[in-house]
Every structure is written in structure tokens, then in C-alpha cells.
């Protein structure tokens, strides 16, 4: 025999009276508030804290009632029924304010018959949204935590730290209180603080032992005391302790990590090439490696390593051909004691990778090579890039047309399985909190690759993700050249923090982003910036990092190096030396550093004589057509200067490879008296900052000269700037660095030193480090539980718990409340909730699917005419769309209510099958007034900004610049709300500004007071026999007033009439029948239900995880159309077929 389940408990609905016992000075206010305290009657504002107009702070020191000017978002409007109050912090997102506790929080009354014993007016509304735990009787226990809050005029809130000897875990107990529910009653078997009262409710009554003086408050802020074990009464607050098998491996793994002395946090360093040097001994087999002369290379005293537990994952490049897995696991074996992982590749996959994709495609496209350039021969397709087989005439590979791009889906396949793979691999190595540091495009994928990991893991805390860009970033509309090109975005961008080396790159990266994402940014402190991106903040940070000061300086202390450098001079005695190391390709600009050079000697006879370019052009084989073309080109320059002024003129060498040994560059960098830099466009080159460092303690210091195109300008202070293409500001550049003085040399030798000396690779990377952590603080959503010790005050422990209670919906708990209730409501969104889209932020001019009008899935669609046929459901769907494409996309599902303009009009549930009868609410607005001023200036704004038009709706007035060039169309958004402030002035109106239109609608409409109303109507029903089930669902802050105003109409159903706020009253719009239910013209005038102590549900879900006044959260749209699957065939076991959903769409479109 099966058990039954045991009655549900998450989504259930408990109604408190709390009490307390205080003498508090004459004037005082007295609120109470906590984990999860709902009275929103004392809701200032119902937006969401994730608008896209950031919350202003609340200073510290201002009254709670302090009134605040909002322009984007819902406005403050009391408890969704249109009450109009001054706009305060919601709180969620300003933990640093007291006030983020007054704006949720439950005023408390007293008289002079009952003083000093203060009590709420208006029940507190608790709602089981996370998983209980049992009690000592075997119970289903749930806790909830709150404290109390004193205000006394003149006084100054403060909230005490728990950082004094002594304080700790106890003290926290001394400050908080725990209130026990259970399913339906309030569980006072072990602490024997709650008794009930003659009404029914439940009141905290004092401890006996309580005199006057002890229930006092301070002036300001007064922390409820709660008993110490053994000072009376149980201790109920309990600082959890790891049981899950997740944090025993944790717990584990920090251990072991603590037999390595030094280590601290895991970090992952991953990059394609492992920045080692790998070689076999041909005589004994034997595979050495060694540290390279890398960024990213490992330097035993370097404070990165002692502070961090650092591993390496990549790829490896080998002298000799890796044969078999016997070769593989050596070399593992080799790499992994220099804590080194590597990951092999078939030779297929890896040329298409890194040949193919990343060098023909990717090279191009962030070095900001246009497929206009591809015409020339240099930036040619190389089709035959990935293949090993030679011409047998030994002549170049065939360049075939610059447009053919027939490999680049093999290539960008080829793509996806590194990232994949080095994907799989990282996850497989992490645990919670470790860092990942990525580094570069090649894999520029992974950092989503590594998300849908953990998410299939379903790992509870995920690791932090750095990507870090060394190359250019392009303008967007270079970028938005590749079809890959939003993929490789959405990679960089599931990041914890995006870097990059210069601002002019982050910025085209912003660009991008918004411009193919939609995606918004804004300033953080310390100088970050954020992007909003899947409801988390992805910060953006630049940081320069310079050469190894210790390495560089022992280097130049080898014989070698003083050799070099003493050849050099004597080779080229009596001449100033001008130096250049540069890649033998085009962007490196060697081309015009030649025929500047050559313009120099043909104008200037005299520094024929004096003059010597040592010029050095490296050979990478990365980019076989590019370096064969620029070679022919630099061969042919050189050729040419020699002819004309003489072989001493010019110091000409090609060297294999991508570097030059250290001892011969710092031999160059100590005898030049110059150094030109003339790239076209490149990355950060270190070269410049390595021979600013050579040139310390000469009499008389080198100079460069550094193209303005080039990562390293934007770093050296005193560098002398060109322009590659300006040949005679070039010209009279180097004249001027030839001719210098002494004391010029030395003072822009100076400005760059400090910089070059104190910058190494552990600086930078400790730089990178930090802004992880910074963003850890932004990051409101991603945040993991507190430990005791890491807990500061009262407020920030009622804030964790807070969001630990906001889980994850748990379908199960919906289908088993659903199957114990009679009388249900059902109210979601449209567009983003039942209608699965694309971000609404995506600026995008092409159709896409789910674009606003468009219907829900068709099983969305027979789920609802299913609930909808149930006599015991009301269903409505709130839109902010107008009535009529709303009731084109779903109105003729039968027994299906619609709301449409945010609420303004709707039209109740009908079966019988004629048209739609609308109502609407009369707000107290002349709009036709209101239109009269408004469209005049709109349509000012609609011919100036193109793409733009108006939007009409019941009751609002909508500028659309969603097609809009986005930077343009949102500057000109805010100056259309300026004017229209002024000129609607004298109007009960406000003013919306989201997902890419300015709306002018009536001061009291938000989707709240619809919500109520339909509760209201429901609940009135049958004489008043009110409501036990209620699901709400919606995806944006305009759905943030629906989730209150459930509260809400909860918190009342005990009350009298006279003591609510009534719903607007209702006009007819449309000609049609008439509702049968008579409370939707003309509300019941009483709000008291007979089944207020029956058992009641109510889910407040928030599609997409982000703060929110919803209990529960669900992932997506498709998590919505998966419920309501489940929902109508009463079973868990259904769910909504996707993959079918999406082909089905797929041949509707074509």
C-alpha cells in the first residue's frame, strides 16, 4: 500500500496579529518587520528593485515617510488599489538603509487604555515559500524571523554591528525572535511565547519577567532581546551547519586544500595555449616542460600563488608529435606536477579551431577587419588553413573568393567542441566558490558552456567567472558582421565580470551589447560598469598590466645580454639607433614604419648618416596568407631603402616564431635610443613597457613613439603619439624624439617608471580579483547564505534569510494545493509569462517570435481552455498591451478573464461564445485632455527620431523607440519625459519609461488594482465565501503591484468595508453582455470571507530569478507553460514539450 502525501506546505497562507510590550517616548512610531512581513497597505512603492531605473537611495538619516520622485517603474500607490502616497526605498536592493525595513514592514498601534502593549492593526500575512523542517512532536515547523523598529522624531537610526569581544552567534540569538508555524496553526510547544486570543488571531505576549524598565527602548533603535540558553525559554534561532552532500564536499575539499600550506581559494586559470614550454629528449623519450615567458605563467614568489590554490587548463604546443596515449599521460603526468592540466584535440578538430575559426574569422573580426577587407589578399579567406597537405610545386595555397565562406560552419563546429570540452572538463574539476578565469577568444564560448554545466549539475552555488579579452574589441557594426556574433556575446556575458585592457574595448564591447543584445549598462561604484544581463549584473572592468620587474632586471644582468647590446653599438657606431619588433603581418603596421622611415631619410639628408632602423619581424605561422603577402611587402621596402641610402641605414632580420628571446630584445631595448611603434590595430603589445624598463638608470633614456591605434598609448604617459596614417605628423614626431633634450627624455622617462616597475602580472591579476568580490556585493540575485561568522547586524541576517525563503517553485506543491482548494484564482501576465519571447530589451529590426501580439504556445493554450472550464477556477491574463491584440492572441479561449492596459479595462470570463464584453475603470483622468497635450509633442519627438511612432491604448499614451538606434532613442526618451512633466503638470497622470517606450498613463493605474479587483469579485461570491487558492505569475516590474496587492487582499478578507480602500468605479466600453457576477460593476460592500480560518494558498511566482515581491520564482516562460501543463492535467508526470513547441512554430513561419 502507497501513503498518501501528507498535506501541503509550501504556498500556505498564515494571518498573524503580532504584540509587543514597550514604553516608548511620546511621538514614536513602532513597526515590526522581518523575513517575510506582508502588510502592503505600508508598501510606499511597488516596483520591483530590478527596474531599469535604479532606486534612489534612501539616506540614512530621513523619516520613512520621506517622499521620493520616480519616473520609470510602478509608481507608490498604497496597496495596488490606487492609493496615492509618497514614493519610498522598496528596500531590496539597499541593505545599507534602515529604511528598506520601515518600506516592508507593518506599522504598529496602541491607546492609552492598553499602553505600553502595541499591536498590529491589520493581520501580517506569512507564506510557507521554502522547505520546512519538523518539530519535536513531528510537526512540519516553518520559521520566521523579524525584529522590531523604534523611530522617535529628532533621533538617529542605527543598526549595532556584531564586531565587539564577546559578540557572535549568541548575540545574534539575543537579537532576533523566531515565530514557529505549522501547517495551520502556530506551534508553541517548545517556546510558549504565542497564545490565542478570542478572535482567532495570534498575539506575542510579554514575557512575565519583563518589568517597565526592561521593555524600554533606546531613543533610536531598539533590538528585541530574546533569552540566552539558560536564561529562560529555548533558544530558537539555530545558525545552520553544512548537511547537504554538497557542503560535506566542500567542507572536505577545504580541508585538504589546508594541508597545503599557503593555499587559499581555488582559482582556475584556462587558456587554449598552457603557457608552458614542452619538449622531448630525443635520446631518452623523457617530456620536460617549463614555465614560458607568459602573462599567465606561474612566478613562485609571487603573491597570487601564496594568497590563491591556482591550477592551469589548456592546451600544449610540442617540439616533437604527441603519438599515443602512453605520450598523453606522460606529459600529464609532467604538467600536473607544476599543477598544469592538459586536454588534447584530433588534429582535425584543433586546426579547425584554432587555425580556421579563431585565426580566420575571429582574428579578424576583433582586430576590427571589415568583410569589405577580406578583398584584400591578406585578410582572404584561407580555405585550406586546416589542412596539412602542401601544393607539390611548394607555391602559396589557393586564394579563392573573398566572400566564399563554405568551411565556416565546419570551423565554428569545431569551435563549440573546445569550448565544450574545456567546459566538461572545468566543471568536473571545481566546487562551489571556486574562481574560473578564462582568458581570451578562443574560448569565448565557455563561460556559458560552464553555466549550462552547473545548471545540469544543479550546483546550489556556482563558481565565480572571469573572461578576460587581451585582443581588440571591434565596433558593433563590425561585430554584428558575424552570424556568431551574438553567441559570442551571450558567452563573454555569462561572466561574473567581463575585462579587458583599454576603455576604448570596453566600450565597443557595451556598444555591442546593446546594440545586438539589448542590454543595458550602468555605472557601479569603484568605477566598474554593469551590465544587466538575465536579471545579474556582469561587471566590466579595465585593467593594464605591465612587465615582470624581477625577471626583466635578471635577465639583464646575463652575459648574453650585455654582449648583445655591446655588438649592437659596435655594429652600428656613430648612429642613433632607432628599434622595432613587430609580427611580419599587416596590422603591425611595418609597412608604413618603412616608407615613414624611407620619407624621413629622402627629406632629411642629413640623418642619412646618422640614422639606423633595427627593424625585427617575427614569423608566427598563425597566419600563413597575411605574413606571406606582408613579407613580400617589408622585403621589398627594405630592398628598396637599401638601394637608394646604403645598407647602413637599415638592420634587417626575420626570426621564426612568435618571440624574441629575452636576452635579445633586452639587448635591443638597452642600445636603442628609440623605439617606433606604428601598429595599425593590435592588442596590449608589453614590448614598449619592457624597454621603458631596459632604458633604467641610462644618463639619457630612450623614447617611444607609440601609434595611437595601439592598447600600450592609453598606458605610457610620457610615449610621443602618432598617427600610422598621418606621414607628416609622423615625420615631424620622430624629428622631435631624435632631437630631444636630456631633461625632456628624463621626465617622460619618469612619468612612465613607477607604472612599468610596480604593475606586474600578480598586481593585475589581484586587481581582476577584487573586482570579483566587489561584484559579489552588486550581484543581489547570485548571493549564497551567510555564515555565522560573516554576519554584521540584524538587518543583513533578516535580509539573507529573506532570501533563502525565496526558492525555487516546486510544481508538486502547486498540483497538491490546487487539489485540496475549491475556490481559485488565476492571474498572469501575458507577454514574458504565458507568451515565451526574446528579451523585450533586444534591439533587433527583424521579426522574432513572441513579439508583442503574438499567442501563447498552443499547449499554453489548451492548458488554459482546460482550467478555464472548471467551474471552481477564475482565470484572468493581465497585459499591458491594449485590448485588442490581447483578445486577437487569446480571446477566444472560452471561460478566459483578460485584463489589457495594465489593468485599466478588462473583460470578465465568458462561455457563452458571442463577443467580448469590455470594462473599464474610471481613474479620475480627463484623457481626452491629456491626449489633446500629450500627441502634439509626441509626434515632435516621432519625426526626429526614425523608427519611433506612437503607441494608443485605453488609457495610456505610448512613444515606442524600440526600433530606434538605441543610444539615440533613449536620449531622446528622457528629454520626452522632461517636457511632458511640464506641460501635464496640472494632471492626475505619471510616467513610465521601460522596455523601450515612454508611456503617460493615470497617476493611480497599476496591474494591482485589477488584481484586487478580481480577488474582491471572486471572494464575494456565494455570500462571501472567499477565496482558498490564488496563483500569480508575472515577469517585470509592472507585475511587481499584482504580488502585493495578493497580500493585501489576504491581510483584509477579516475587515470591514469602511476600514479598505474600494476599487474604481466601472463603466462599460463596449457594447456586449453584461457579467453575470454583479461585483465587477458594483463592488460587495464587505471584504469579510467565511473561510478565513479554512486552509488558504497562495503563490506569488516571479518568472526569471531577481529581487522581487513574489515568494517563489520559476526559471523561465517555459517553467510557466510547463505548470500549467501539469496544472490541467492534475499530474506532476506531463510536461511541456518544447522541442515539439518550437517545430511547431517553425512551420507556422514558413
Not at 37 to 62: F, I, K, Q
Not at 189 to 215: I, K, N, P, Q, V
Not at 513 to 535: F, M, N, P, Q, T
Not at 1068 to 1095: D, H, I, W, Y
Request: glycine content about 8%.
Amino acid at each position: 500500500m502507497m501513503e498518501e502525501d501528507p498535506p501541503p506546505s509550501l504556498g500556505r497562507v498564515v494571518r498573524v496579529h503580532l504584540a509587543c510590550r514597550a514604553a516608548l517616548p511620546v511621538g514614536t512610531t513602532l513597526r515590526v518587520t522581518g523575513t517575510r512581513l506582508w502588510d502592503p497597505t505600508e508598501w510606499r512603492r511597488g516596483s520591483s528593485p530590478d527596474d531599469d531605473d535604479d532606486d534612489v537611495v534612501v539616506d540614512r538619516r530621513a523619516p520613512p515617510a520621506q517622499e521620493r520622485r520616480t519616473v520609470g517603474g510602478t509608481p507608490g500607490g498604497g496597496d495596488g488599489d490606487g492609493d496615492r502616497r509618497p514614493a519610498t526605498n522598496a528596500g531590496i536592493r539597499d541593505p545599507r538603509s534602515h529604511w528598506h525595513c520601515a518600506s516592508s514592514s507593518v506599522e504598529m498601534t496602541t491607546c492609552p487604555d492598553t499602553y505600553p502593549l502595541w499591536r498590529t492593526r491589520r493581520p501580517v500575512v506569512l507564506v510557507a515559500s521554502s522547505s520546512p523542517s519538523t518539530s519535536d512532536g513531528g510537526g512540519v515547523v516553518l520559521r520566521h524571523r523579524y525584529r522590531y523598529l523604534a523611530t522617535t522624531p529628532g533621533a538617529e537610526a542605527y543598526d549595532r554591528p556584531i564586531d565587539s569581544p564577546g559578540d557572535g552567534v549568541d548575540d545574534v540569538r539575543g537579537m532576533l525572535r523566531a515565530t514557529r508555524i505549522s501547517s495551520g496553526n502556530l506551534d508553541t510547544s517548545s517556546s510558549g511565547y504565542l497564545t490565542s486570543d478570542s478572535s482567532g488571531a495570534f498575539e506575542e505576549t510579554a514575557r512575565a519577567a519583563a518589568s517597565a524598565a526592561e521593555d524600554d527602548f533606546p531613543a533610536t533603535l531598539w533590538e528585541n532581546p530574546f533569552p540566552r540558553e539558560g536564561e529562560g525559554g529555548d533558544a530558537v534561532m539555530e545558525i545552520p551547519s553544512p548537511t547537504s552532500e554538497e557542503d560535506g564536499d566542500a567542507t572536505m575539499a577545504a580541508a585538504v586544500d589546508a594541508e597545503k600550506p599557503g593555499r587559499g581559494r581555488r582559482i582556475f586559470i584556462v587558456c587554449y595555449h598552457l603557457p608552458v614550454v614542452v619538449s622531448k629528449d630525443p635520446a631518452t623519450g623523457d617530456w620536460r616542460a617549463s614555465w614560458a615567458e607568459s602573462l599567465l605563467s606561474r612566478t613562485e614568489d609571487s603573491s597570487f600563488v601564496t594568497a590563491y590554490n591556482p591550477h592551469w587548463v589548456g592546451t600544449v604546443t610540442t617540439n616533437s608529435t604527441i603519438v599515443d596515449d602512453d605520450d598523453r599521460m606522460a606529459l600529464q603526468s609532467v604538467l600536473s606536477a607544476m599543477d598544469c592540466t592538459a586536454l588534447f584535440f584530433d588534429d582535425d578538430v584543433r586546426d579547425a579551431h584554432y587555425m580556421g575559426f579563431c585565426k580566420q574569422v575571429l582574428w579578424q573580426a576583433f582586430h576590427h577587419v571589415d568583410l569589405l577587407d577580406v578583398r584584400d589578399p591578406a585578410f582572404s579567406m584561407d580555405l585550406d588553413s586546416t589542412t596539412t597537405k602542401l601544393r607539390p610545386d611548394g607555391t602559396l595555397r589557393d586564394v579563392r573568393s573573398s566572400w566564399d565562406q563554405r568551411l565556416f560552419g565546419h570551423w565554428y563546429e569545431a569551435f563549440r567542441i573546445v569550448n565544450g570540452t574545456f567546459a566538461r572538463e572545468v566543471a568536473g574539476m571545481v566546487r562551489p566558490d571556486d574562481i574560473v578565469w578564462v582568458h581570451d577568444y578562443h574560448l569565448s564560448l565557455m563561460p556559458r558552456l560552464l553555466c549550462d554545466e552547473e545548471r545540469e549539475a544543479k550546483a546550489r552555488r556556482p563558481t565565480k567567472k572571469i573572461f578576460f579579452l587581451h585582443v581588440p574589441f571591434p565596433p558593433s557594426m563590425i561585430f554584428k558582421e558575424m552570424e556568431c556574433g551574438p553567441d559570442i556575446l551571450e558567452g563573454m556575458l555569462n561572466a561574473d565580470v567581463v575585462g579587458f585592457h583599454g576603455f576604448t574595448d570596453a566600450r565597443h564591447f557595451l556598444s555591442s551589447a546593446k546594440r545586438i543584445l539589448g542590454v543595458a549598462h550602468e555605472s557601479l561604484e569603484g568605477g566598474l560598469i554593469g551590465i544587466k544581463y538575465k536579471k545579474r549584473i556582469v561587471a566590466v572592468t579595465m585593467s593594464s598590466v605591465s612587465i615582470e620587474p624581477p625577471l626583466v632586471s635578471a635577465a639583464m644582468q646575463l652575459q648574453t645580454t650585455i654582449d648583445g647590446e655591446a655588438a649592437l653599438r659596435k655594429k652600428h657606431a656613430g648612429r642613433i639607433i632607432i628599434a622595432g619588433l613587430d609580427f611580419a603581418q599587416y596590422l603591425s603596421g611595418v609597412g608604413p614604419k618603412l616608407s615613414a622611415y624611407e620619407r624621413l631619410l629622402r627629406d632629411s639628408p642629413t640623418w642619412r648618416t646618422k640614422l639606423v632602423l633595427v627593424q625585427r619581424c617575427l614569423i608566427p605561422g598563425a597566419r600563413l596568407l597575411d605574413e606571406s603577402k606582408s613579407l613580400h611587402e617589408i622585403r621589398s621596402m627594405v630592398g628598396s631603402i637599401k638601394s637608394m641610402y646604403g645598407d647602413a641605414v637599415i638592420d634587417y632580420e626575420e626570426v621564426f616564431g612568435s618571440t624574441l628571446p629575452l636576452d635579445q630584445r633586452l639587448a635591443l631595448w638597452r642600445a636603442a635610443d628609440c623605439l617606433l611603434n606604428t601598429e595599425v590595430r593590435g592588442g596590449l603589445n608589453l614590448w614598449p613597457l619592457e624597454y621603458v624598463y631596459a632604458q633604467k638608470g641610462l644618463e639619457v633614456p630612450g623614447i617611444v613613439i607609440a601609434s595611437e591605434f595601439s592598447a600600450v598609448f592609453s598606458i605610457l604617459n610620457g610615449a610621443l603619439r602618432i598617427s600610422p596614417y598621418d606621414m607628416k605628423n609622423t615625420l615631424a614626431t620622430i624629428d622631435k624624439a631624435l632631437t630631444m633634450s636630456k631633461d625632456e627624455r628624463g621626465g617622460r622617462h619618469f612619468r612612465d617608471i613607477e607604472f612599468v616597475s610596480s604593475s606586474s602580472s600578480a598586481q593585475w591579476i589581484k586587481n581582476i580579483l577584487r573586482d570579483v568580490h566587489i561584484n559579489d556585493e552588486k550581484d543581489d540575485v547570485s548571493k549564497v547564505k551567510l555564515l555565522s561568522s560573516e554576519i554584521r547586524n540584524v538587518a543583513q541576517f533578516l535580509e539573507n534569510e529573506r532570501d533563502e525563503q525565496y526558492s525555487n517553485l516546486d510544481p508538486k506543491s502547486v498540483i497538491s494545493a490546487y487539489k485540496l482548494s475549491s475556490r481559485r484564482v488565476i492571474i498572469l501576465d501575458f507577454n514574458g509569462t504565458i507568451v515565451i519571447k526574446e528579451d523585450v530589451g533586444t534591439i533587433l529590426k527583424r521579426d522574432v517570435f513572441g513579439s508583442t501580439g503574438d499567442a501563447p504556445p498552443h499547449a499554453v493554450c489548451q492548458s488554459l481552455a482546460k482550467l478555464c472550464a472548471d467551474p471552481q477556477n477564475t482565470v484572468f491574463v493581465v497585459s499591458g498591451d491594449n485590448n485588442e491584440n490581447v483578445e486577437r492572441a487569446i480571446g477566444i479561449i472560452p471561460g478566459l478573464g483578460l485584463a489589457a492596459s495594465n489593468g485599466s479595462c478588462f473583460s470578465p470570463p465568458s462561455t457563452d461564445g458571442g463577443p467580448r464584453t469590455w470594462l473599464a475603470l474610471d481613474l479620475g483622468v480627463d484623457w481626452d485632455s491629456v491626449k489633446r497635450v500629450a500627441l502634439p509633442i509626441m509626434s515632435k519627438y516621432t519625426a526626429r527620431t526614425n523608427g519611433s511612432f506612437i503607441k494608443l491604448a485605453h488609457s495610456s499614451v505610448g512613444w515606442s523607440y524600440f526600433s530606434c538606434d538605441p543610444e539615440f532613442g533613449s536620449l531622446n526618451a528622457k528629454y520626452l519625459v522632461i517636457e511632458l512633466e511640464r506641460e501635464l503638470a496640472a494632471y492626475d497622470v505619471r510616467f513610465v519609461n521601460l522596455k523601450g517606450i515612454v508611456e503617460v498613463i493615470p497617476g493611480r493605474l497599476n496591474k494591482g488594482i485589477i488584481v484586487k479587483k478580481i480577488l474582491r469579485d471572486v471572494a464575494a461570491r456565494d455570500g462571501n465565501a472567499g477565496v482558498d487558492f490564488i496563483l500569480c505569475m508575472g515577469d517585470d516590474i509592472s507585475d511587481e503591484k499584482m504580488f502585493t496587492s495578493v497580500f493585501s487582499f489576504v491581510s483584509e478578507m477579516d475587515e470591514d468595508y469602511v476600514n479598505v480602500d474600494p476599487s474604481p468605479p466601472v463603466v462599460q466600453m463596449t457594447a456586449g453582455a453584461l457579467p453575470p457576477s454583479p461585483s465587477f460593476l458594483v463592488e460587495s460592500p464587505s471584504v469579510r470571507c467565511k473561510n478565513t480560518n479554512s486552509p488558504m494558498f497562495a503563490f506569488t511566482v516571479a518568472v526569471g530569478k531577481k529581487p522581487s515581491h513574489a515568494s517563489q520564482y520559476v526559471d523561465g516562460a517555459e517553467d510557466v507553460a510547463d505548470l500549467l501543463v501539469k496544472m490541467a492535467a492534475g499530474s506532476v508526470d506531463v510536461f511541456y514539450d518544447r522541442k515539439r513547441e518550437r517545430e511547431r512554430q517553425l512551420m507556422q513561419f514558413s
